[in-house]
């Protein structure tokens, strides 16, 4: 029979990448934290460009608007708002190394 006392369950491959990404992160020193965690002035645009279409637009300076979700739905949002922001910082990196490339490509 098995004995509940010794079950340990196993992590799906997605489970244990997410474990070691955690585990990345937390190694990482606090100022390369801070500096992943600032970002640019057209990330930050573009970020609250997605939040308000997201959102549809109602939270403006014209409307007083409130606005009543379940914490699941905000979670969610946070979720989606989270992602875009990683996949802008990405998406800049890239666009850096790139110009880098070809700026010494054509030294």
Known sequence: MNNPDNFVPRLSSQQEEIKA?????????????????????????????????????????????TLTTSRESLGQLLASAMMNGYFLRQAEERMAIEKQLTSSGED
């Not at 609250?48 to 014209?62: I, T, V």
């Open 21 to 65: 990404l955690g585990n990345y992160v937390q190694s990482l020193p606090p100022e390369i934290i801070k500096r992943l965690s600032q970002p640019t002035p057209a990330a930050a645009a573009a970020m609250q460009e997605s939040l308000a279409q997201m959102l549809g637009n109602l939270p403006s300076p014209d409307f007083k608007v």
